[in-house]
C-alpha cells in the first residue's frame, strides 16, 4: 500500500480526530496550543483527545447514556488496555488511541505516565464521593501531574535541544496540578450536585466557605510559581504556548480569589475572551506571566 492509502493516512486520519476533539472541547487549552510548532501542537491534541475521551466516560456522555458503575468501569479498563497495546504494537481500531499512541512511541510517553491516569479515571468510574488528602493528592497525580509530564515530553522531543531533569518534572507536574485545582473550584457546584463528589478533602460544599477557597487558590499559586521556573526553561514554541495557559489559568485563579465562596457554588467563574487574547498576545510576544 502507498503512503497516500495505508498506515500514513490512517495516523493522519486519528490525528485530525484528536484536533478536532481539543477544537470542540477546550476554550483556553485550544487557543494557548496554537502557539506551539505543528509537530509539538499534533503531539499535544493527541494525549488532550485521549484524556479528554476518558473523562467522558466517567463524567459526560456515558452518564448521560444511563451506563452503570459497573459498565463505566468497564470502558476504563478496555481503553487503558487498548492504549496500552497500541503503544506497543503502533496501532489501534480506535482513531484517539491510535494517535496517542503514535505521539507516545514519538515522544517517549510510556505506561509508568499511562496507568496512573487510568486509576484516577477508575476512582472517577467508580463514583468515589469524598476524599481524604491522601486520596487527592494520588487523584491529582493521576489525573493532572502525569498529564502534565506527557505534555513535557512532546515539548522536549529529540532535536529540540534540551534534557528532562527534576526541575521540568516537577514543574511541569506543578503546572497540571494547578489546572485540576483550578477546575476543582470552578465545577465546584456540578461535581456536588450533579456527580455528588466533593474532591477537596475537609470541605464541606454545602457549607463552603471564602477560607476554604482561599486556601486552594493559594496552593493554586504556588503550584504557577514553581511552574514558571521551568517554563522559560522551554524551546520557544514550548515556552509561548506553556506561558499562555499559565497565564489563563493564573488570570482564572485571581477571578476566583475575587468571588465570594457562597458565588462559587451558585456559577461557574470564566476569564473574558478580550482579557484571554491579551494574556495570548504577550505570551506570544515571549512574555512568562508573573
Do not use: W
Amino acid at each position: 500500500m502507498t503512503a497516500s492509502t495505508g498506515l500514513d493516512l490512517y495516523t493522519r486520519t486519528a490525528r485530525a480526530s484528536s484536533a478536532r476533539v481539543i477544537g470542540a472541547y477546550s476554550t483556553s487549552f485550544g487557543m494557548a496550543s496554537r502557539l506551539l510548532p505543528r509537530d509539538v501542537r499534533t503531539h499535544v491534541a493527541d494525549v488532550y483527545a485521549l484524556v479528554r475521551v476518558a473523562d467522558e466516560i466517567v463524567d459526560g456522555p456515558a452518564e448521560e447514556a444511563g451506563l452503570a458503575v459497573t459498565r463505566k468501569r468497564e470502558l476504563v479498563d478496555r481503553l487503558e488496555a487498548e492504549t496500552i497495546a497500541a503503544m506497543s504494537s503502533g496501532f489501534s481500531a480506535n482513531l484517539v488511541v491510535h494517535a496517542f499512541a503514535v505521539t507516545a512511541r514519538e515522544t517517549g510517553i510510556d505506561a509508568a505516565l499511562v496507568r496512573p491516569f487510568f486509576a484516577s479515571m477508575r476512582v472517577d468510574a467508580d463514583g468515589v464521593a469524598e476524599f481524604d488528602d491522601a486520596a487527592y493528592r494520588s487523584y491529582i497525580h493521576g489525573s493532572a501531574e502525569v498529564v502534565g509530564s506527557m505534555c513535557l515530553r512532546a515539548f522536549a522531543g529529540e532535536g529540540r535541544g534540551i534534557r528532562l531533569d527534576d526541575e521540568l518534572e516537577e514543574g511541569a507536574r506543578r503546572l497540571g496540578a494547578a489546572f485540576q485545582k483550578v477546575n476543582f473550584l470552578r465545577d465546584l457546584a456540578d461535581d456536588c450536585d450533579r456527580l455528588g463528589r466533593t474532591y477537596l478533602p475537609g470541605v464541606d460544599p454545602a457549607r463552603f466557605t471564602d477560607d476554604d477557597k482561599i486556601a486552594v487558590v493559594d496552593e493554586i499559586d504556588a503550584d504557577l510559581a514553581v511552574a514558571r521556573t521551568a517554563i522559560v526553561r522551554l524551546p520557544p514554541g514550548g515556552r509561548r504556548a506553556t506561558a499562555a495557559a499559565a497565564g489563563l489559568f493564573g488570570r482564572l485563579n485571581a477571578r476566583l480569589r475575587a468571588t465570594p465562596a457562597a458565588e462559587l457554588r451558585r456559577r461557574r467563574v470564566s476569564v473574558p475572551r478580550a482579557e484571554k487574547l491579551r494574556i495570548l498576545a504577550s505570551a506570544a510576544m515571549g512574555r512568562v506571566p508573573a
